[in-house]
């Protein structure tokens, strides 16, 4: 994922583990709310561990939108001026 959104964004990228325990401080200092921050983390370690699975019956739905078609449309979105 990092060699796509470099890729993209035509910089170096790099991805890293970030342990549990700083998971709520890096997610707010990303500019999210404490209570997503906290949203995110607990959906997180619920998938973790388990507790979310495909409902019984249900099925994993794949797209076919290549994933450097979904950061380019990103990129081009947070690099676009705003509209007056």
Same mark, same amino acid.
């Given at each position: 994922? !990092? +060699?796509?959104?470099?890729?993209? #964004?035509?910089?170096?990228?790099?991805?890293? /583990?970030?342990?549990? @325990?700083?998971?709520?401080?890096?997610?707010?200092?990303?500019?999210?709310?404490?209570? !997503? +921050?906290?949203?995110?983390?607990? #959906?997180?370690?619920?998938?973790?561990?388990? /507790?979310?699975?495909? @409902?019984?019956?249900?099925?994993?739905?794949?797209?076919?939108?290549?994933?450097?078609? !979904?950061?380019?449309?990103?990129?081009?979105?947070?690099?676009?001026?705003?509209?007056?």
């Amino acid at each position: 994922m !990092a +060699a796509v959104f470099a890729e993209q #964004l035509a910089r170096p990228v790099s991805s890293r /583990a970030v342990p549990r @325990e700083a998971w709520l401080e890096v997610l707010t200092a990303a500019k999210l709310s404490e209570s !997503a +921050a906290r949203l995110i983390a607990e #959906l997180q370690d619920m998938h973790n561990t388990g /507790a979310i699975e495909v @409902e019984p019956g249900g099925s994993v739905q794949h797209g076919t939108t290549p994933l450097s078609a !979904a950061i380019r449309q990103l990129v081009d979105h947070q690099t676009r001026p705003a509209s007056l």
